[in-house]
């Protein structure tokens, strides 16, 4: 089962701007990654497509601050 988590406005402009400052694609990749399927948001297990904010927080949890 996959917990969905809110993910703010401010921690998504965080995030954007993270990828843009660091060179990294729209996943939060090295711009040079290649996916199975082409888009790691899609699980063939299941036929979901996760959300992108939270597929990058998930491999880059240091993005998590808290927004207090």
Known sequence: ???CV?????QKKRIDEWIRRS???QY???P?????GGNPLFSE????????????L???PELREDDR
């Open 23 to 25: 060179g990294r694609n």
């Open 45 to 56: 297990r299941s036929g979901a497509l996760r959300d992108r904010y939270e597929y990058i």
């Open 28 to 30: 939060g990749d090295a």
């Open 58 to 60: 998930s491999r880059h």
């Open 32 to 36: 040079e990654t290649v996916y199975p």
């Open 6 to 10: 809110t993910i703010s406005e401010s």
């Open 1 to 3: 089962m996959e917990v």
